[in-house]
């Protein structure tokens, strides 16, 4: 579909975020193939300073090294290290972090204190096969509950796997790696500013509303269906949109999928930006683009220079339309032992297990700490929820999980690239 006609949305219109806490539930030929190539790696595998790696290749590497040192870079002590050549895996996570926001930011977007620490927003894991040039995408739930592994004093036994990252990536990984059996070899963070930055500097995106559209914790205010040309503010509204409303047959509907919902809209973001940088890319325009994005870009401190280079030479062939994608399998249901943590996810196994297996493209290895289910136990295999009483007389179990509802997701009401 063509993008006469798009209805421009050039203000951010956004808000202070309210707490979530609610109670329930590839330019053409050549240049076309050049755009695919680093904004889907970019962008979509996770490792976002790729991109230094691909300017350095037409303008220098002490361009690349320039840019490089601009990069934040954090400590995570609980990475694997893959053997050269083998898969590994990419933690990306879309932060909350409102640390060193200005003062407009802040008013928009809130501070640390009303926005209560940072949490993941975002938590994917990218697998990457360096000998087939293969990429699969994982997206974890915020809300599903886990076990959490090392220091437990701040957050408790169990919690949602968003609440792993308020002191950091650190615990994040390993609570990943103890639960399911993922080891993680680099972590990429990404917050609001380097997001809406790097929107912004590509020249926005088209998005398709088969619907007006609004979600009043992030400032989403579409009030016309359509193409509509959204920047920077409006994208991350988008993208992190978890309380979702459409106007439908006179009445506003409610989409209740939460973070499913967001994950799909995130990935018609995704499509969205591949499809602007296709018209749009030029050498201005990607170190207009790559300047945004350092300033809201975390990388662990194991990544090099050298190794950015030579992710670039092995993935320069990468087409979007070989991304596999899927998302952790999870279902909701009402606990007594997690009451104070609202609406949460479970791990549905075995469902869960092949996912991941798939994902690896190998056995799941053993979890350490498997994540709980309604009983804070380990999660049940099925989504038939446990017999609260024992047919030979044993105990009563101190919790009651009354139902159990398998998630799924209606996508026609969401936007779509235009």
Same mark, same amino acid.
């Given at each position: 579909?063509?993008?006469?006609?798009?209805?421009?949305?050039?203000?951010?219109?956004?808000?202070?975020?309210?707490?979530?806490?609610?109670?329930?539930?590839?330019?053409?030929?050549?240049?076309?193939?050049?755009?695919?190539?680093?904004?889907?790696?970019?962008?979509?595998?996770?490792?976002?300073?790729?991109?230094?790696?691909?300017?350095?290749?037409?303008?220098?590497?002490?361009?690349?090294?320039?840019?490089?040192?601009?990069?934040?870079?954090?400590?995570?002590?609980?990475?694997?290290?893959?053997?050269?050549?083998?898969?590994?895996?990419?933690?990306?996570?879309?932060?909350?972090?409102?640390?060193?926001?200005?003062?407009? %930011?802040?008013?928009?977007?809130?501070?640390? +204190? #009303? *926005? @209560?620490? $940072?949490?993941?927003?975002?938590?994917?894991?990218?697998? &990457?096969?360096?000998?087939?040039?293969?990429?699969?995408?994982?997206?974890?739930?915020?809300?599903?509950?886990?076990?959490?592994?090392?220091?437990?004093?701040?957050?408790?036994?169990?919690?949602?796997?968003?609440?792993?990252?308020?002191?950091?990536?650190?615990?994040?990984?390993?609570?990943?790696?103890?639960?399911?059996?993922?080891?993680?070899?680099?972590?990429?963070?990404?917050?609001?500013?380097?997001?809406?930055?790097?929107?912004?500097?590509?020249?926005?995106?088209?998005?398709?509303?088969?619907?007006?559209?609004? %979600?009043?914790?992030?400032?989403?205010?579409? +009030? #016309? *269906? @359509?193409? $509509?040309?959204?920047?920077?503010?409006?994208?991350?509204? &988008?993208?992190?949109?978890?309380?979702?409303?459409?106007?439908?047959?006179?009445?506003?509907?409610?989409?209740?999928?939460?973070?499913?919902?967001?994950?799909?809209?995130?990935?018609?973001?995704?499509?969205?930006?591949?499809?602007?940088?296709?018209?749009?890319?030029?050498?201005?325009?990607?170190?207009?683009?790559?300047?945004?994005?350092?300033?809201?870009?975390?990388?662990?401190?194991?990544?090099?220079?050298?190794?950015?280079?030579?992710?670039?030479?092995?993935?320069?062939?990468?087409?979007?339309?070989?991304?596999?994608?899927?998302?952790?399998?999870?279902?909701?249901?009402?606990?007594?032992?997690?009451?104070?943590?609202?609406?949460?996810?479970?791990?549905?196994?075995?469902?869960?297990?092949?996912?991941?297996?798939?994902?690896?493209?190998?056995?799941?290895?053993?979890?350490?700490?498997?994540?709980?289910?309604?009983?804070?136990?380990?999660?049940?295999?099925?989504?038939?929820?446990?017999?609260?009483?024992?047919?030979?007389?044993?105990?009563?179990?101190?919790?009651?999980?009354?139902?159990?509802?398998?998630?799924?997701?209606?996508?026609?009401?969401?936007?779509?690239?235009?």
């Amino acid at each position: 579909m063509g993008t006469a006609g798009a209805v421009d949305r050039g203000v951010a219109v956004t808000r202070k975020e309210r707490r979530e806490a609610r109670p329930t539930g590839s330019a053409r030929a050549g240049r076309s193939k050049s755009a695919r190539t680093w904004l889907d790696w970019l962008l979509l595998s996770g490792v976002i300073v790729v991109a230094l790696a691909l300017v350095g290749i037409t303008t220098g590497y002490v361009y690349v090294q320039y840019r490089f040192h601009q990069v934040t870079k954090v400590t995570v002590r609980h990475l694997k290290v893959a053997p050269v050549g083998a898969p590994f895996n990419v933690l990306l996570i879309g932060s909350d972090s409102r640390a060193n926001f200005t003062p407009a %930011d802040q008013a928009a977007y809130g501070n640390e +204190t #009303t *926005a @209560g620490g $940072q949490r993941s927003d975002v938590v994917k894991i990218v697998h &990457v096969i360096p000998a087939t040039g293969q990429v699969s995408i994982l997206s974890i739930p915020r809300d599903t509950m886990v076990t959490v592994a090392g220091d437990t004093s701040e957050t408790g036994s169990y919690n949602r796997i968003n609440a792993t990252y308020n002191s950091g990536p650190d615990q994040l990984v390993q609570t990943i790696e103890a639960d399911f059996g993922i080891p993680i070899e680099h972590v990429v963070q990404l917050n609001f500013v380097g997001f809406r930055g790097a929107v912004d500097a590509i020249g926005g995106v088209n998005l398709d509303f088969p619907y007006p559209a609004k %979600d009043t914790y992030t400032g989403l205010d579409i +009030t #016309t *269906a @359509g193409c $509509q040309h959204l920047n920077g503010g409006y994208s991350l509204a &988008v993208a992190r949109s978890r309380h979702y409303e459409y106007y439908e047959d006179g009445y506003w509907q409610y989409d209740g999928t939460s973070d499913f919902g967001r994950i799909q809209r995130q990935n018609a973001f995704l499509k969205a930006l591949i499809n602007q940088a296709e018209k749009q890319y030029n050498p201005l325009t990607l170190n207009a683009f790559i300047g945004s994005v350092v300033q809201g870009v975390t990388i662990d401190s194991t990544f090099t220079i050298s190794e950015l280079v030579s992710l670039t030479q092995q993935f320069r062939k990468f087409a979007s339309t070989n991304l596999a994608t899927a998302t952790l399998p999870t279902y909701a249901a009402s606990s007594s032992e997690f009451a104070s943590y609202g609406a949460v996810l479970y791990v549905q196994q075995p469902q869960a297990n092949q996912v991941i297996s798939q994902f690896l493209g190998t056995p799941v290895p053993a979890a350490g700490t498997p994540p709980p289910g309604p009983y804070g136990v380990e999660s049940t295999t099925t989504t038939t929820a446990p017999p609260a009483t024992s047919s030979s007389g044993g105990s009563t179990p101190s919790t009651s999980a009354t139902s159990v509802t398998t998630t799924t997701v209606d996508t026609s009401f969401d936007p779509t690239p235009c």
